[in-house]
């Protein structure tokens, strides 16, 4: 009987392990968040430590003013710029297709659909980002290409960073638009009723009214983009050609610094020689780029989000 | 007089109705123009991949010759990738979003690890891909192996689960916390007990999305240097036959699906190409059945807690 009762003494140590247990979850629970900053370290620490080898034999000033990348040939020129401008010149292209296709579908979503309506069309529009992107890949280059060359330019070559940065854009339509309609919806009902009463229309309201109040969030959603689209691989690596040439122009066949990396990568790369550590350089190069867009896009975030 | 200006105003209230209506069009056919897009993308495959889409495509090693190459190594990598990426990023990221919800003081390091977090999730695949040629195939001396790249993609799906343990986590009410609170239960209790069961649905749809991602990933096991031709299967896992040990199988190479598909989009032969859309046809239909099963999860959970 007087075992069922426990004496103070066993609840005390009861609970005395009780809060010991308590404290070792939350140090493990502690240790698994921190992991993030972990990752974070590990791949500065890794981009850095073998682009240092890299710049041993590469001059920071020819890598940045070089305008031939040619780590592969036998005259080996270690110049980032054609392979920067093909990243480019494939977002460009991106944002064409992805800005006015989003930003209407945003606005259409915000301020003209029925509930029902966003409800069945966001899920299907997050679909076109769930497609892995070798499969855009195949469809950029044996779809939009002969596509292409079969209507309005027959003169494209098969790989082309057009077909490429269009595929992309479609790719990306999910982010800007779903970015870009938070923006819109954290708009206050009373701005819009007020735009009602002076007797705007709805399409009034959204485009000169809606748009402009939310228009920091929409540019963070295009920098979310851009940012994905500056790091997209596998659409280029098939589509786009692996050829560094320095152009602007978009109907021709050049590869970006993820399409480099990949072609590197494919051969068998001796560990640390300096292909292989030019890969890193290249790596921390897109690294600092997509970085750059995504603390603007951070910031331009945060700032709408204080408005109201 | 009046009724001239009456009728003027009418016309241009019409006017601008009618540009309502046109934009409405306008945004019908931009969503459209996505939805094509999605079907264009998988009619093209169907329609490519119709000659080898066979149960013999399924039971096959890749060959030179492109009318009898299999993806037999392939789904079996990327069955077992899978397996090592869902031990390694799932726990992980759910304890992370615990800590972040329930636990995490307001200070600088919480600040410190958010950022992170949202920083990880922009950052381009390919620069895992780097980390893991870096750290998990050199430094560490895993090779190329099923271990690393599950290792990879497990790092890769973190924030994304993160996040998703994060939302679910929030969505539950304060006042099931006090309840418990107000039982005498503590912390851990509380969340195990009580705000877990209630957010499982949310999480689970955070990993399985995840998956669906890591799944379709190609660029980072490229970048660690996964063979492409490979045409044999890893040790069966687990069983152990002498003089495999049980986890023989986690330092075998390996090819999965993406990578195979792009080995094959890659060659100058028109008849690979068909196996690549074949095997595209395999990713896209697991990727989309995956994705479709978290929004029926979302969808049916919504439904049926009501605080």
């Given at each position: 009987m007087?075992?069922?009762i426990?004496t103070?003494r066993?609840?005390?140590?009861?609970?005395?392990?009780?809060?010991?247990?308590?404290?070792?979850?939350?140090?493990?629970?502690?240790?698994?968040a921190?992991s993030?900053v972990t990752v974070?370290?590990?791949?500065?620490?890794?981009?850095?430590y073998?682009?240092?080898g890299?710049?041993e034999?590469?001059s920071?000033?020819?890598?940045?003013?070089d305008?031939?990348w040619?780590p592969?040939?036998?005259?080996?020129?270690?110049?980032?710029l054609?392979?920067v401008?093909?990243?480019l010149v494939t977002t460009?292209?991106?944002?064409v297709?992805?800005?006015p296709?989003?930003t209407?579908?945003?606005?259409?979503l915000?301020?003209?659909?029925?509930?029902?309506?966003r409800?069945?069309?966001k899920?299907l529009l997050?679909?076109l980002?769930?497609?892995p992107?070798v499969v855009?890949g195949?469809?950029a280059?044996?779809f939009i290409?002969p596509?292409?060359q079969?209507?309005i330019?027959p003169?494209l070559p098969?790989?082309n960073?057009l077909s490429?940065?269009?595929?992309i854009?479609?790719?990306?339509i999910?982010y800007v638009?779903?970015v870009?309609?938070d923006?819109m919806r954290?708009?206050p009902?009373h701005?819009r009723?007020g735009?009602?009463?002076?007797?705007?229309t709805?399409?009034?309201t959204?485009?000169?009214?809606?748009?402009p109040a939310?228009i920091?969030?929409i540019?963070a959603?295009?920098i979310?983009?851009?940012?994905r689209?500056v790091?997209?691989?596998?659409?280029?690596a098939v589509?786009?050609?692996?050829?560094?040439n320095?152009?602007?122009n978009p109907m021709e066949s050049?590869?970006?610094?993820?399409a480099?990396?990949v072609?590197?990568?494919?051969?068998?790369?001796?560990?640390?020689?300096?292909?292989?550590q030019s890969i890193?350089?290249?790596?921390?190069?897109l690294?600092l780029?997509?970085?750059f867009?995504?603390?603007?896009g951070?910031?331009l975030?945060?700032?709408?989000?204080?408005?109201? | 007089?009046?009724?001239?200006?009456?009728?003027?105003?009418?016309?241009l209230?019409?006017?601008?109705?009618?540009?309502?209506?046109?934009?409405?069009i306008?945004g019908?056919m931009?969503?459209?123009?996505?939805?094509i897009t999605?079907t264009?993308?998988?009619?093209d495959l169907l329609?490519?991949?119709a000659?080898?889409?066979n149960w013999?495509f399924?039971?096959s090693f890749?060959?030179?010759?492109?009318s009898?190459?299999g993806?037999l190594s392939?789904?079996?990598?990327?069955t077992?990738?899978?397996?090592?990426t869902a031990v390694a990023g799932?726990p992980?990221g759910?304890?992370?979003?615990i800590?972040?919800?329930?636990?995490?003081?307001?200070n600088?390091?919480t600040?410190?690890?958010?950022?992170?977090?949202?920083?990880?999730?922009?950052?381009?695949?390919?620069?895992?891909?780097?980390?893991?040629?870096g750290l998990?195939?050199y430094?560490l001396?895993?090779?190329?192996?099923i271990?690393a790249?599950?290792?990879t993609?497990?790092?890769?799906?973190?924030?994304?689960?993160i996040?998703?343990?994060r939302?679910?986590i929030r969505?539950?009410?304060g006042s099931?916390?006090?309840?418990?609170?107000a039982?005498?239960?503590?912390?851990?209790q509380?969340?195990?007990h009580h705000v877990?069961?209630?957010?499982?649905?949310?999480i689970?749809?955070?990993?399985?999305?995840g998956?669906?991602?890591?799944?379709?990933?190609?660029?980072p096991?490229?970048?660690i240097g996964?063979l492409t031709?490979i045409a044999?299967l890893p040790?069966?896992?687990?069983?152990?036959?002498?003089p495999?040990?049980?986890f023989?199988w986690?330092?075998?190479?390996?090819t999965?699906?993406?990578?195979q598909?792009?080995?094959w989009?890659s060659?100058?032969?028109?008849?690979?190409?068909e196996n690549?859309a074949?095997a595209g046809?395999v990713?896209?239909?697991?990727t989309?059945a995956m994705?479709a099963?978290?929004?029926?999860?979302?969808?049916?959970?919504?439904?049926?807690?009501?605080?």
């Amino acid at each position: 009987m007087s075992s069922a009762i426990p004496t103070a003494r066993s609840r005390l140590a009861h609970r005395a392990r009780r809060q010991w247990i308590e404290r070792l979850i939350q140090w493990a629970l502690f240790l698994a968040a921190f992991s993030a900053v972990t990752v974070t370290i590990a791949i500065v620490v890794i981009l850095v430590y073998e682009s240092l080898g890299f710049f041993e034999h590469v001059s920071l000033w020819d890598f940045l003013t070089d305008t031939e990348w040619t780590p592969l040939f036998s005259i080996k020129r270690y110049g980032i710029l054609p392979l920067v401008a093909g990243t480019l010149v494939t977002t460009a292209v991106a944002l064409v297709v992805a800005v006015p296709l989003g930003t209407i579908i945003a606005i259409y979503l915000s301020e003209f659909a029925s509930h029902r309506v966003r409800e069945t069309i966001k899920p299907l529009l997050e679909l076109l980002s769930g497609v892995p992107t070798v499969v855009y890949g195949y469809f950029a280059l044996l779809f939009i290409t002969p596509l292409l060359q079969n209507t309005i330019l027959p003169d494209l070559p098969g790989f082309n960073m057009l077909s490429a940065g269009i595929v992309i854009g479609i790719m990306i339509i999910p982010y800007v638009s779903s970015v870009s309609e938070d923006a819109m919806r954290a708009v206050p009902m009373h701005i819009r009723e007020g735009s009602y009463a002076m007797g705007a229309t709805r399409f009034q309201t959204a485009l000169w009214v809606v748009t402009p109040a939310a228009i920091s969030g929409i540019i963070a959603a295009y920098i979310l983009g851009i940012s994905r689209a500056v790091g997209e691989t596998m659409v280029v690596a098939v589509a786009a050609g692996t050829q560094p040439n320095l152009t602007w122009n978009p109907m021709e066949s050049a590869a970006t610094i993820t399409a480099y990396i990949v072609q590197v990568s494919l051969g068998d790369l001796p560990h640390g020689s300096l292909e292989y550590q030019s890969i890193f350089a290249a790596g921390l190069t897109l690294m600092l780029m997509t970085l750059f867009f995504n603390v603007v896009g951070h910031w331009l975030r945060r700032r709408y989000r204080e408005v109201y | 007089m009046e009724a001239a200006r009456l009728a003027e105003l009418r016309a241009l209230i019409a006017r601008h109705k009618y540009w309502d209506q046109i934009f409405a069009i306008v945004g019908l056919m931009a969503m459209f123009a996505g939805m094509i897009t999605l079907t264009a993308l998988f009619i093209d495959l169907l329609i490519d991949s119709a000659p080898r889409l066979n149960w013999d495509f399924f039971t096959s090693f890749p060959s030179r010759r492109a009318s009898q190459a299999g993806i037999l190594s392939a789904w079996v990598g990327t069955t077992l990738v899978m397996l090592v990426t869902a031990v390694a990023g799932v726990p992980l990221g759910i304890a992370a979003g615990i800590y972040l919800e329930e636990y995490a003081p307001r200070n600088w390091i919480t600040d410190l690890i958010e950022i992170n977090v949202t920083n990880l999730a922009g950052v381009p695949s390919i620069v895992y891909g780097l980390l893991a040629l870096g750290l998990f195939v050199y430094q560490l001396d895993l090779g190329q192996s099923i271990l690393a790249a599950g290792l990879t993609l497990g790092l890769l799906i973190l924030p994304v689960v993160i996040v998703a343990t994060r939302e679910s986590i929030r969505a539950v009410p304060g006042s099931i916390r006090e309840a418990a609170y107000a039982l005498g239960a503590t912390k851990w209790q509380c969340v195990a007990h009580h705000v877990l069961p209630y957010s499982t649905a949310g999480i689970l749809t955070g990993v399985i999305i995840g998956m669906a991602r890591a799944i379709g990933e190609t660029a980072p096991i490229i970048t660690i240097g996964a063979l492409t031709f490979i045409a044999f299967l890893p040790p069966m896992p687990f069983t152990g036959d002498p003089p495999a040990g049980p986890f023989d199988w986690l330092f075998a190479p390996f090819t999965v699906l993406p990578i195979q598909m792009f080995n094959w989009l890659s060659r100058p032969q028109a008849a690979f190409l068909e196996n690549a859309a074949a095997a595209g046809v395999v990713i896209i239909v697991m990727t989309l059945a995956m994705n479709a099963v978290a929004i029926v999860i979302r969808y049916r959970y919504r439904k049926r807690i009501k605080w």
